[in-house]
């Protein structure tokens, strides 16, 4: 199994202020086709997932453009240019490349 | 709008089997997988397996395998997910999720059941 790794566990913010997870994979997402199969995702407390980006850099649909993401084979990352108190969550990436489906441990954002 | 609604939280005891389901609207039911997807309280989430409602073919993580079948019924575009020989571990929230609407990915998870909460306890 594809094993992924996320850093850091926890991260507090200050609204305003950048911030930036990493998502590392045991193997590389790269497929043949040129894409990433990695993904990512935030869970508001309380709520179901709600899908952020795709394919390793692109936003989903309805997704503030403040959120992107980056990175190719085994690392990755997303960024927020400016967090905001919504943000507050846990985000989890993902690869999509091979089954079985393999998530991230998760990285709790709050506010400072 | 795509919607997928889940069946009900339950209490079984160990060693009982659960089944969920999911029920989706807003789209053609046999045009996208439905996938499983569950979070221990507290913990992360942890992808379980996947069904074709078209052809009803089924792929699991090996961790469930024996335990866990996935079925449908096309008639009311319901996929159920049922685990067996339940133990205390498997008290979780699950959710069925389904891809968006891509050629080159169909395992991002753009749509997501509310969850259903399962607690297993004596």
């Known amino acids: 199994d594809i094993v992924v790794i996320q850093s850091p566990l926890s991260l507090p913010v200050t609204p305003g202020e950048p911030a930036s997870i990493s998502c590392r994979s045991s193997q590389s997402l790269l497929a043949s086709n040129g894409y990433n199969y990695l993904d990512w995702y935030l869970q508001k407390p309380g709520q179901s997932p709600q899908l952020l980006i795709y394919?390793?850099?692109d936003r989903a649909s309805g997704v503030p453009d403040r959120f992107s993401g980056s990175g190719s084979g085994t690392d990755f990352t997303l960024k927020i240019t400016r967090v905001e108190a919504e943000d507050v969550g846990v985000y989890y990436c993902m690869q999509t490349l091979q089954l079985p489906l393999t998530f991230g441990g998760g990285t709790k954002v709050e506010i400072k | 709008q795509v919607q997928l609604v889940q069946s009900g939280a339950e209490v079984k005891e160990p060693g009982a089997s659960v089944r969920v389901s999911c029920k989706a609207s807003g789209y053609t039911f046999t045009s996208h997988d439905i996938n499983w997807v569950r979070q221990a309280t507290g913990q992360g989430l942890e992808w379980m397996g996947w069904m074709n409602p078209k052809t009803g073919n089924t792929g699991s993580t090996q961790k469930f395998q024996g335990r866990l079948t996935l079925t449908r019924d096309t008639s009311i575009s319901t996929v159920y997910m049922e685990l067996r020989s339940l133990r205390s571990e498997d008290t979780a929230v699950y959710f069925c999720a389904r891809g968006r609407e891509s050629t080159i990915t169909t395992t991002a998870f753009e749509h997501w059941g509310q969850g259903t909460r399962v607690t297993v306890s004596s």
């Open positions: 394919l390793g850099s």
